[in-house]
């Protein structure tokens, strides 16, 4: 695809891609985002640092992934544009990095004219698809990437919107099981385990509002990479893994970061 979208967009309720776009000073957002995002605030006044650290961790993973001779990767959950966007970091180390995005909301698919403007030598792509449907998935990614070399799939701050009735652990399996040895799965996910009281009056207020919040445990987090060798240093809170890759986050020493980022190879 290519060029700006025109694409229905539902005011009406929050949704997490805008949500997100208000947390780190983004103007795709509307006042139902920025209510919601506002009552987020309230219950803890970390929330933007949270959002920064979660996408300098995909940063850092990503150079990471492309230190290791990583070339493809297969973004889900992409969000909004916000710079440098993973293909930016990757194809600034490997200018010949194979990209596919891919989100459900439109809102992403309406700005995705910034996440194709790539290096001549590599290529990215968008799909507009639920990671509910990984089928649908692998097949649109297929025409840009080559399965049966390594790829990355990146599911940054995406699976805590998708409920165990919905197969949370099964469809991350799915993806994998077509990804050939070598290929990585990169998670990062929220969690009540640090703050439980404030991560359930969370949960709740999202619940109202319309938008599934589920949140796992470390032991839960960990079973996305059953099968996988992660690699060090390990199941971390997000800043504290390869920090030595990235600027620290303004901020995000002060208190807890309640969220869990890995990677792992497919042996
Ligand atoms: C918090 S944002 C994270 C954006 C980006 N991955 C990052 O970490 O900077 C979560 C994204 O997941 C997308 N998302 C939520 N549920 C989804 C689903 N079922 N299928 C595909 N994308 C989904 C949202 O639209 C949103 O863009």
């Known amino acids: 695809m290519t060029g700006q979208h025109h694409v229905e967009i539902d005011t009406s309720r929050p949704h997490p891609a805008r949500m997100y776009d208000w947390y780190l000073g983004g103007k795709d957002n509307y006042p139902v985002d920025e209510e919601m995002g506002r009552q987020m605030l309230a219950l803890d006044p970390r929330v933007p640092v949270m959002a920064r650290v979660n996408r300098a961790f995909m940063h850092r993973a990503t150079r990471w992934l492309a230190g290791q001779g990583v070339r493809q990767f297969l973004d889900v959950g992409t969000g909004i544009p916000t710079e440098p ?140 990479f059953d099968g996988l060798d992660l690699v060090e240093p390990g199941i971390e809170v997000p800043h504290q893994w390869h920090p030595e890759l990235g600027e620290p986050v303004p901020g995000q020493e002060d208190g807890i970061i309640p969220g869990y980022g890995a990677v792992a190879r497919k042996p």
């Open 85 to 224: 966007n993973l293909h930016q970091v990757a194809q600034r180390i490997a200018p010949d990095a194979r990209v596919v995005y891919c989100d459900n909301d439109p809102i992403v698919l309406a700005h995705a004219a910034a996440l194709l403007r790539g290096t001549p030598e590599g290529a990215t792509e968008y799909l507009q698809a639920d990671v509910r449907d990984p089928d649908a998935i692998l097949e649109g990614a297929r025409k840009v990437l080559d399965l049966a070399r390594p790829v990355a799939l990146s599911l940054v701050a995406l699976l805590h919107f998708v409920s165990d009735e919905d197969g949370a652990h099964d469809l991350v399996g799915r993806l994998m099981s077509e990804l050939p040895s070598g290929s990585h799965l990169v998670v990062t996910h929220a969690t009540a385990d640090f703050t439980p009281e404030e991560s359930r009056a969370a949960t709740e207020k999202l619940k109202a509002a319309g938008v599934t919040l589920a949140l796992r445990s470390r032991e839960q987090f960990a079973r996305f």
